[in-house]
């Protein structure tokens, strides 16, 4: 059975940093994602790393985010600096079984429930 299960999630004062960790266990896959979901929107891309390690983010997190995987452990991270109160939302972690790195929501296999980040004015 796959599992993917967030952490790292919570309440911080813009400027500061969050580290989100997701532990996935069941299987191994060829790619990693970050996307997030703020009330009353739609679930967006934030970061995405395939197989071999190579990283694509969406512009608004460019220079702040970063992510990286452990492939030994099985985890991926998403360090985020500099954050904004335009970056409150719930932080999913998604896997797909496909190597390339992807960014779209139906190029995932499989979901986490989900980290509330809130960031502070």
């Known amino acids: 059975q796959v599992q993917l299960v967030e952490s790292g999630g919570g309440l911080v004062q813009a400027g500061g940093s969050l580290r989100l960790s997701c532990a996935v266990s069941g299987r191994t896959f060829g790619s990693k994602g970050w996307f997030r979901q703020a009330p009353g929107k739609e679930r967006v891309f934030v970061a995405g790393i395939n197989w071999i390690g190579s990283s694509t983010y969406a512009d608004s997190v460019k220079g702040r985010f970063t992510i990286s995987r452990d492939n030994a452990k099985n985890t991926v991270f998403l360090q985020m600096n500099s954050l904004k109160p335009e970056d409150t939302a719930v932080y999913y972690c998604?896997?797909?079984?496909?190597?390339?790195?992807?960014?779209?929501?139906?190029?995932?296999?499989?979901w986490g429930q989900g980290t509330q980040v809130t960031v502070s004015s």
């Open positions: 998604a896997a797909a079984r496909g190597p390339n790195g992807y960014s779209t929501p139906g190029e995932y296999d499989y």
